[in-house]
């Protein structure tokens, strides 16, 4: 019978403009967000450029408009849903949104006459946001992020799929990540809304809304994180590994590979390709040695380039089981470095009951004498909250270390840490750490027929969101 201990991890604090918080809203409202650049301004105001229809660009400046003024919750204020403060010149955020007729671009009836004719209606849809998105940025004074308000036409002119909430398809292709694509090739930020948002239907609630679109708008303005986790290892480099399915090519796969620095910044790698036809396990690739150590070869390549010295510590999150041959690779392509921390994260069934109302604390770790067997609550009661934010018995994180050069509670303690770095997202925290859980986001666009065409793809997290 293995022995079970019980530790609780602190929840992880967050650093802002000079302060710290456990609260992403809180901590951005009492200190403002961190500024990226070597200017260092106390309030930024970001350029906004819009391109939609004549009624969806409207729409998108009164959404804005009513953004500028405290918006409340629907219910009661509670810790982790708290009002919305307003971007404005006088805001507590420190930053505004400034708007110009020069930075939009409108989709005319004639636009619309030319979509409709189109045998590939949705390719020239795009092909006319690639143009307005080029004419709006090489203004003399151009935009920090463009939003593209997709008018309510193209869901009626452009292939569609027939579900709830329906995709415009380009081809095989998702037109979000079509354009996404585009704009990451002129470098150029961009901000998709759809008509239920600029409309408020079938959306959050208007401060929810607030805070998820203002706060991921800022992130990719400043291009540069708005907080960063108070402390991670120096010189330690954290990657998460994943795969995707290339589009049109059902047995190829590509490895992903995303960095996160103890400086805050991340970036994203594409691996190479390969073919994945394992009859065991035909959804859960896996990659082969000499892949292994290439991919993780150039990820250490690449913290180099930036850092200009290599990691002393290199940590790996996968959501499967390293295979034998994977993990030869990765220990072949890390012999230099000193630390080695290959880490599975896994769903578990497992569950804790207290003697009282309340789940198990967040935060919550259950360790064995055998490692393999380490699982972390990164749900459950979360004493600054004075709740637990859900709704089920909060299930586990399983952690599976297959090397371990580490404290199996600093590698708990990491994990719980990058579940508040997804600044997509302004609640407390995610249930899975940002190493795992924004991989399918950023697969998604590099799955795309047309992304599978390029060389290259840019590295930076913010043109995928």
């Known amino acids: 019978m293995k022995e079970y201990k019980l530790h609780y991890l602190k929840e992880p604090l967050l650093l802002f403009d000079g302060g710290e918080s456990l609260n992403p809203c809180i901590g951005l409202i009492k200190y403002g967000p961190r500024f990226a650049g070597s200017i260092n301004k106390k309030f930024r105001e970001f350029k906004i450029g819009i391109i939609g229809s004549q009624k969806s660009i409207l729409s998108t400046r009164q959404l804005f408009e009513s953004f500028e003024t405290m918006i409340y919750p629907k219910e009661e204020v509670k810790p982790w849903k708290i009002p919305f403060p307003g971007v404005n010149a006088n805001s507590k955020l420190k930053f505004r949104f400034i708007f110009n007729p020069e930075?939009?671009?409108?989709?005319?009836?004639?636009?619309?006459i030319e979509i409709k004719k189109a045998n590939n209606a949705s390719e020239v849809a795009l092909d006319k946001i690639e143009k307005k998105l080029k004419i709006i940025y090489e203004?003399?004074?151009?935009?920090?992020?463009?939003?593209?308000?997709?008018?309510?036409?193209?869901?009626?002119?452009?292939?569609?799929?027939?579900?709830?909430?329906?995709?415009?398809?380009?081809?095989?292709?998702?037109?979000?990540?079509?354009?996404k694509i585009i704009a990451m090739q002129n470098k150029i930020p961009t901000q998709l809304i759809r008509p239920e948002t600029y409309e408020f239907t079938r959306t959050q609630e208007r401060c929810l809304v607030a805070w998820n679109l203002v706060v991921g708008m800022l992130y990719k303005c400043q291009r540069g994180h708005p907080w960063k986790l108070t402390h991670l290892e120096e010189n330690t480099c954290y990657v998460g590994i994943s795969f995707f399915e290339e589009k049109g090519k059902k047995t190829r796969r590509a490895s992903l590979a995303q960095i996160f620095l103890d400086t805050g910044e991340s970036f994203v790698l594409r691996g190479e390709s390969f073919k994945w036809t394992n009859i065991k396990s035909p959804k859960s690739p896996h990659l082969s040695k000499e892949d292994a150590k290439n991919l993780i070869s150039y990820v250490i390549n690449y913290y180099e380039e930036i850092r200009k010295k290599k990691p002393e510590r290199i940590v790996i999150h996968k959501s499967s089981n390293f295979w034998d041959d994977e993990l030869e690779g990765f220990k072949d392509g890390t012999e230099s470095i000193k630390k080695k921390d290959f880490i599975t994260i896994l769903d578990s069934p497992l569950k804790l009951y207290t003697g009282s109302e309340y789940p198990v604390l967040r935060g919550t770790l259950l360790t064995t004498s055998d490692p393999i067997h380490t699982y972390l609550f990164s749900t459950g009661f979360v004493p600054s909250l004075k709740t637990y934010p859900g709704y089920s018995v909060p299930k586990p994180l399983q952690i599976k270390p297959f090397n371990l050069d580490s404290d199996i509670r600093l590698i708990a303690k990491e994990i719980l840490a990058f579940t508040k770095l997804d600044w997509n997202n302004t609640f407390v925290y995610s249930r899975l750490p940002v190493t795992i859980s924004i991989s399918r986001k950023v697969g998604a666009v590099m799955a795309e027929t047309e992304a599978q065409k390029l060389d290259e793809l840019d590295s930076h997290y913010y043109f995928y969101m």
């Open 139 to 179: 203004k003399e004074t151009p935009p920090d992020i463009i939003i593209v308000s997709i008018p309510e036409e193209f869901y009626k002119l452009c292939s569609c799929s027939q579900s709830e909430k329906p995709f415009i398809k380009v081809g095989l292709d998702d037109f979000h990540n079509r354009v």
């Open 103 to 112: 930075w939009e671009s409108e989709f005319t009836e004639k636009d619309f």
